[in-house]
């Protein structure tokens, strides 16, 4: 049970860091947004959608640890392969995520609070 949950935290804290990667491409992009006189960057970020944001890349990692098998995520030798296709759950099952709450939970406006498409 506890290499189970161990595996399980692996493959989110994986999922978490391509999110990660995702938000730093966001992020210099908001920095290049925030040149613009009109929009102080202090506005343009906003810290709470990106902590939401890392936890939605843990829950792709997680989601996808399980779904390949979490007794191959506790191995010891994880591969390299299976390391990058956590991270790149985390990068890309946000969206898919996001796009769930925002569309089928009533009320419910996702990490991008309902603005449309947003720096990551």
């Not at 493959?11 to 978490?16: D, I, K, T, V």
């Not at 939401?52 to 191959?72: P, Y």
């Not at 990058?84 to 759950?89: C, E």
């Not at 569309?103 to 720096?119: E, F, H, M, R, V």
Request: charged share 10%; hydrophobic share 50%.
């Amino acid at each position: 049970m506890s290499q189970m949950l161990a595996a399980l935290l692996l493959a989110g804290l994986l999922g978490m860091i391509g999110q990660g990667v995702r938000a730093v491409v966001g992020l210099k992009g908001l920095a290049l947004q925030a040149l613009d006189p009109n929009v102080p960057l202090p506005e343009a970020f906003n810290p709470t959608r990106l902590i939401v944001s890392l936890v939605i890349g843990f829950v792709a990692g997680a989601l996808a640890g399980t779904a390949m098998g979490i007794e191959q995520v506790g191995h010891a030798d994880l591969t390299r392969a299976a390391m990058l296709g956590l991270m790149a759950a985390g990068y890309s099952g946000t969206d898919f995520i996001e796009g769930f709450i925002s569309n089928y939970l009533p009320g419910a406006q996702g990490a991008t609070g309902g603005k449309g498409p947003q720096p990551e």
